[in-house]
């Protein structure tokens, strides 16, 4: 029990994750700060030596330290920025806390009401995510447990820019009714200030293989109710893929780099890391490949394929 | 030795490879068609059930069957592309032979070079890749033995495009030596048709946090040798990271995404599966974070950090 | 992508096996020789850097090249030994062929039945396992085709010695009937020639821990059918547990170590690599834990726990 | 990032050992309790769900809360037992307090020297392994920090028994110099109670292939200084491995199962969960292959092969 040298320890204990059902992804692990289970699912703070910090939610990294700033503020700037004036928003998921961070620095923004599902999850990200502290603390921050559908349902306000921070469209998983096209018309759009509402979603892998999973087909569905869909991506090093995201408006989206960066400087107190006009830019140009799949999609999410799951609370982003 | 089902056995074997200290990447395994060991360089074929057939050199995953299109359009294209009429190429490396298939792909090319150290590694994808069989089969390829710093010296021909198709330029790695400042200055651009000649060479890894390693340092190093110099990178999902090429001429680069396009279809056999015009600009508008590493490198390599190593060959590409 | 030398590919390849939910055993791979379904089972033959040649079957390691002396001569020997002059063999299983090999071995032994129910496994490994070869093709071996209850059942033909070389007495799994003691009762034990007769059967893990699996039940099982029973045990490395077998029969085994000794060179053609007299002396001798829980057991195995699955056939060894 | 149910988060996080080159040996984990680094070695409490909580120093595992009371109760009762009035025991190394805790619980121990290296795993073990809190708090134990070699030599009195509980005999290793024919003659024999005196030490893996490591030169170096030497092995399922202890003395060892049975019931408090006559009698009795090599061994460990690492501390057991 003596052959291997003292190098060995630092490399001992793993984070392992498949990535797709032939495919893992495993990290060294420095210390598993928490593990717990909520009513709707397992959590797991981990602190791991090439992301740092890692949220863990049902056996799938959620967020990793050293790089969700690229998830969330591409998440969150590129829709407030198209708005000319965003100062309610709506955050359907988002328990993490880091969402709502992006959306606080934006000068404009005057509420911000996040609905998670999952309230163990969000005290949990409150107590442990340091750098989310000032983002709970902030009082535009109003946080509802309730589960998004029924909580739009029920609100008689409406907001700039609604986000959707949820878990993929999985047929049979839980957050599959919120991705429908019936969804997206009858109650996310009622519920944007019309004509210049902006709704924005996380959309799944949007690599060069990875975005016919579900990519292409939010993009579509969304086609079918708003004017205008961007479709965009970034690659995240921690998630060993490329992102996507999609925004969608009944109002053009046509800003230059230059009017994005003007913007920037005006409205968002801070220095963003990952985005700014050129990076959108090339964000927002997807590769060839993704591209036609995108033209081409023809499905389009409706509640039919959701319908043994209904009723079936939607808990987390990328749950 | 009986409580697991049949679907265990699917995943049973598996490559895997240390991205760096920290991170493992791992495929699921069909088979080990071959492994070997050459001269330089030991060597292996794998059939991985995420990206295809796989090949390996000294422990590296250095091209993956499903997504190598994506790092050889990337490296050959645009530069062919760019050059108003690219007839005679030389490939430093390259001895997979995928470079050349993209280089014969162009209808305007009378001679490709390939000059690779290790003929075995040739012979084996001579043998392996069906795919390249007919670029092997070229007469418009001559495929050279050698050292590609000593074969460019002692040629007294030039060429309209030279390519880097060799392992990154680590400090007493084996291909060091062909990235320094004075290879560029006195070695390359002398054999380059002047003015129009284009050198293109990849440039590491160039993810947001990997772009520090090599990318930002070529790129620097490029400008302190030609006038233009243009960076690009893509996410190659079986490296687990984005990818960069930096290209580099005393002619400017000016051709629009509609102008590259148009280039494509008059010159290009068959259809591309990852570039085109649109690809290309989102390509080489960096993100934020890189964009900004690149211009404020200071480092410049030179030969003094290679000296030790001086006389030894560079091997492969990636090795 | 060239940081780590040349040692890393001699590790890059791995056999992975869950030994049970939360340990895993992993095998540095050479090559994969041999992947294939048969009509029963998914199949591989490996080539493995610490145990040689492995066979796996539906992802669970059956035997390998370098330890599976171990298993087999104490599958065998044991039992031929203790009986005064055995000649005729049924092996239920043992399909790989190494029982038959060892049985053969003995020169009293005028008729080896083996009756494994997949034709492709003992087809398979009659043409990889080299080591088997022989045996195969020695005519006192007659191969059968057969699930290995009904084989007995409509034979009329009585044994010396039936060894089971099953999997193991999983409720739900195939071979679950094979271990009943209505199995033993009405089935093997009239097929054996009465009073001298005996059966022995691998008995799953035998380990301080994983003994109370379905070791201590087979062993009570058959205490519940036979007047005499031998539970023996050994740690046989690829497995990573010690291994357990009971013997059992209607007459005493009082052998001292040196009869064994005596009978071993008289009887068994070459050299034994793993038993002799001490050996099972020390094997047979079980560590305390182990039989405490042995004397104590109280359950026996029955049909009605295998009533599911009635009519599936068992179909081999550990599978 | 949703694709796969609650079950796989129990098993997302790894520790992982190199039990040889090319053989891994992987435990899920619940917690990583502790990480530090003391001015001998690395250390690691971690839980493991196969094995509780688990010792790490320097990447190998040292002990595991449910099974090593194997190690621990093989190491000391037999040679304790064989003696006729142990009172006076010295420990090299045995820095966890399990050994000591083993001794205590012999009714003749009156006195327990403890004389192990690093200060920092004594203090750890004493805070973090409560199963030992009660031997560290035991007046008879006296707890030493300095090198075994230089306090034996420093010391006055004799013991009864001396237990080895050090690292294997690695040439180069920090515990080699503690295995050598003339440190056992002019060093350990002079400090034991001459003629009834006992040595015992750990011995290295002892399995089938393993114990041609260390086991048999360990047990080969102690018959040239000892007229008897006992080897004996245990599979510790932890180790995944058979383990091997030399216990040696110029008194005969010839209890029987039955005496060594009446010893423990008067000397020993409490139960002991895996040695009795039975287990020793048969851990004593080696397999054939283990047996042949014990007794063809040459080798014999001496001082020179140790030169150039005198004065190099041994650190720990396993280490």
Redesign the interface.
Known sequence: ??????????????????I?????????????LH?GATRY??I?L?D???FGKAL?I?????SAE??EF?YHESLVHPALLHHSNPRSIFIMGGGEGSTAREILRHRTVEKVVMCDIDEEVVEFCKSYLAVNTEAFADPKLEVIINDARAELQSREDQFDVIIGDL??P?EG?P?YQLYTKSFYESIVKPKLNQETGIFVTQA??A????HTEVFSCIYNTLKQVFKYVVPYS??V?S????WGWVMASDSPFDLTAEALDLRMNQRIRGE?????G??F???S?????V?NTLENETHVYTDEAARFIYGYNCAYK??
């Open positions: 029990r003596s052959h291997v040298g003292g190098d060995v320890q630092r490399k001992s204990c793993w984070y392992e994750e498949e797709e059902e032939n495919l893992r992804w495993c990290f060294a692990l420095k210390s598993i593990t699912q397992d797991q981990l791991t030596k090439p863990v049902d056996g799938k990294l959620q050293i790089d690229i878990a993929d999985i998983g957050c799944g892998p690599g060069i293989f990875s970034a690659h090093p998630y060993a893929d490329t963003s890391r990952y985005l700014d050129a990076t830019s090339s964000s140009t997807l590769s060839k490949a591209r990328h749950a």
